[in-house]
């Protein structure tokens, strides 16, 4: 082949020369349309994108201006009921947040530039927290500082306000949904038509190259049958048949071999091209990280075909773990830390280059997971840096047991796709954070009621699925006087309380348990797979640590505790009841002590 395209170069005749010259012409258009197509598809999915990105913003800061016109209501109810100044800090905080995330809100909005009426309505909104501030935060504030008293009237009159804006809130979030809805079916919609584009000029580029090829082989294919005349008036003993001036019929055969590669190579771009439609399609309907990392190792084996991939990120004390692993069809995402091999990491992250090891006979990462791939057969490896702009995330690492199998052309088409497979995890990242912050209770941390209603549902359906019987337990606990403590010390010293509590139910319960707040001052502990006895002590531990770890020697702390457990027999509603009549006992007995829900007609005090 090298001296056939050296005499190409040279201007030599020869067979299938002029055939050989429309194929190299093909190749280089292909692989043209290929490297631009995908570039073109890479920045219109990126411009796209963008306009998705700000609708979640606007979603995130409209969840933060509700925020803050709470903390300046929480501040201002604060000082009306105890008129301490204290309270006048959230407000104050509240008041400033406020207008700095409704200017932030009026410019996202106007970045997007979306439909005139979301402007309008968002615009009303902030309106309405400033008239809120205005005719009653401030107003009842400063009434109250002056000796006044504020009436029933103006209360109702400011929750009003107060309900008007969380009502049109609401409203807008679900217009900015839909219209991240719009925005994101726009942009695939705009996918579709790019690859269906491509695919049409694929075809149309193929069909000419059949057809000049077709032309070509009919005149390579003359001499032949000159040939095969002249062959057969040899037979008849007519040797005046003159042969065609043909020497190297072999080189035929390297055409059609030549011809049969390249429509290989079209078909295998093809597939590849599908592949990593199919990929980014899944990548970005991935709802979180385990469910993101499963889908782009996955989506990557069919892309290219190889022994072991697996994902390194760095945690957040700065070491790397491997988050995901794909072998053998299979993936794994059990966390394993990296502490031999941090220091290669660190210098090919440093380096900002994606590197290949061709050969690990002569050079590999040194480490004990490393030294365990090669002794099981890994010969070669590629490491892609998962990088988006000047970010980097991580890295993507692809091994064979084959030495140098990874080439370049095969490291550039997954450096293109790094900065969607980054984008793809963040998202997975960010929705998990913004679902766990809707579940966490704002004051104590603790999972809030909603979470507790689900992770129940969940708890009772595994139960009911289990083949043997599965006790589920559930602990309520309410600290004692609790209005009382509020009205002598203080709502600050009882959110100290609370808070308190909360830590103390976070040291002491198991990793499978499930600590919320119930309501108020009331907390809920659900203990799968454990019994009314297990339950009870677990609930007396906790008694004895909250009322000797006090958080001032000025007073203490105590609760009480109802326990109930259901062995598939009971509903949600059923177990609840059964655990607050407990609690309720646990009240009637003098409190500051554990009660277990029992058969009628029996009594249980511990």
């Known amino acids: ?130 008239t809120w501030k205005s005719q009653f935060g401030d107003t009842q504030i400063q009434k109250t500082q002056a000796g006044g008293t504020v009436t029933e009237q103006e ?47 694929f075809v149309v580029v193929q069909m000419l190259m059949l ?48 011809f049969r590669r390249m429509h290989d190579e079209m078909e295998k771009e093809k597939r590849t091209l599908e592949n990593t439609y199919r990929m980014i399609n899944t990548l970005y309907q991935s709802r979180d990280l385990e469910e993101a990392y499963r889908n782009i190792l ?125 984008t793809a995890l963040e998202n997975a990242s960010e929705t998990l954070r913004i679902q766990d912050m809707a579940m966490r209770d704002g004051l104590t941390g603790l999972w809030n009621r909603r979470y507790f209603e689900q992770a129940f549902d969940a708890q009772l359906s595994r139960q009911g699925n289990a083949k043997a019987e599965r006790p589920l337990s559930l602990i309520l606990l309410d600290v004692d006087h609790f209005k009382t403590f509020n009205d002598t010390w203080g709502h600050s010293e009882g959110d100290l309380v609370l808070k308190h509590v909360s830590q103390l139910l976070q040291q002491q319960v198991r990793s499978g348990d499930i600590p919320v707040r119930f309501g108020g001052e009331e907390f809920a502990i659900l203990l799968p797979d454990t019994s009314t006895e297990e339950a009870t002590a677990a609930a007396e531990r906790f008694r004895e640590s909250l009322e000797s770890q006090s958080l001032s020697r000025k007073y203490r702390i105590t609760a009480s505790f109802g326990v109930a457990t259901s062995v598939g027999d009971r509903t949600k509603a059923q177990l609840v009841e059964a655990a607050d009549r407990a609690l309720y006992r646990a009240k009637d007995e003098g409190r500051n002590r554990v009660c277990a829900d029992v058969e009628p007609g029996a009594q249980r005090l511990v």
């Open 1 to 130: 082949m090298n001296k056939m395209l050296k005499d190409l170069f040279r201007g030599k005749k020869f067979v299938g020369s002029g055939l050989v010259k429309a194929s190299l012409g093909f190749m280089i258009v292909f692989v043209l349309i290929v490297g631009l197509g995908f570039g073109y598809i890479v920045k219109s999915l990126f411009a796209n994108y963008e306009g998705v990105r700000q609708t979640a913003d606007l979603r995130t800061q409209l969840l933060q201006l509700e925020s803050s016109l709470i903390n300046q209501e929480t501040g201002q109810r604060g000082y009306l009921l105890s008129r301490r100044s204290e309270f006048l800090e959230p407000f104050d905080q509240g008041s400033s947040s406020y207008e700095a995330i409704s200017t932030a809100v009026i410019d996202q909005v106007r970045e997007m530039e979306a439909d005139a009426s979301l402007e309008a309505a968002i615009l009303e909104l902030t309106e309405i927290g400033k």
């Open 298 to 422: 996955k989506s990557l084996e069919t892309l290219m075909a190889c022994d072991r991939m697996s994902v390194i990120t760095q945690n957040a004390d700065g070491g790397f773990s491997i988050k995901a692993v794909c072998f053998d069809g299979n993936v794994s995402l059990e966390e394993r830390p990296l502490p031999d091999e941090a220091d290669d990491v660190n210098e090919l992250l440093r380096g900002g280059v994606s590197a290949t090891h061709d050969d690990w006979s002569k050079h590999r990462a040194k480490g004990a997971i490393t030294d365990g791939l090669y002794a099981i057969g890994i010969r070669s490896s590629m490491h892609i840096l998962l990088r988006k702009e000047n970010r980097v995330m991580g890295l993507l690492n692809l091994m064979s047991t084959e030495a140098g199998f990874f080439t370049a052309q095969k490291r550039d088409r997954l450096e293109m796709l790094s900065p969607m497979i980054v």
């Open 211 to 258: 057809n000049y090829l077709q032309k070509g082989l009919m005149r390579i294919t003359r001499p032949i049958i000159q040939l095969d005349r002249a062959v057969m008036s040899y037979e008849d003993g007519n040797m005046q048949e003159r042969l065609p001036d043909y020497r190297e019929d072999n080189e035929i055969g390297r055409l059609v071999d030549n």
């Open 155 to 201: 209360l109702t009159d400011a929750k009003r306000q107060f309900d008007l804006f969380r009502a049109k809130k609401e409203t807008l979030m679900e217009q900015v949904e839909v219209l991240r809805a719009e925005r994101r079916n726009a942009m695939l919609n705009h996918l579709y038509i790019l690859f269906a584009a491509m695919g049409t000029l």
